[in-house]
């Protein structure tokens, strides 16, 4: 008859507290995704915009976390203010209006020493 030594408590109580880390790692950075994937297909660039300015909470921006994002573009506040429109109405008539991220965007009000033609997006997800 062949006798199983069972492994040491320690040994066994370290591999249950790394394999719980790992599933909640792995947890939370499928939740990132979900959210980077769900803000990204809702919420798209101004064409031709660039990045201003960019902060996040977490590990990137436009995923798990409040993201705001500051776009400068050459044109003017009603030409952004209708591709908004016009991008809601899409997102409304396929049905993707809500979804698992808050988002938030905007035309920036014109004001002394800001240019005209600011975008501000501001993306929250899983807060």
Known sequence: MIFHRSPPLLRTLITMILGAFAIIALFVLLIDQVCHMDITS?????????????????????????????????????TLRQWLRERNLELLRAERFRG????????????????????????????
């Open 42 to 78: 809702r919420q798209v660039m101004y064409p031709d915009a660039e990045i201003v300015s960019q902060e996040y909470e977490l590990w990137r921006p436009r995923a798990l976390g409040y993201t705001t994002l500051v776009l400068q573009t050459d044109d003017d506040e009603e």
């Open 100 to 127: 698992l991220a808050a988002l938030n965007w905007g035309v920036h009000p014109p004001r002394d020493g800001v240019p005209e033609g600011r975008l501000v997006y501001v993306s929250s997800c899983g807060v």
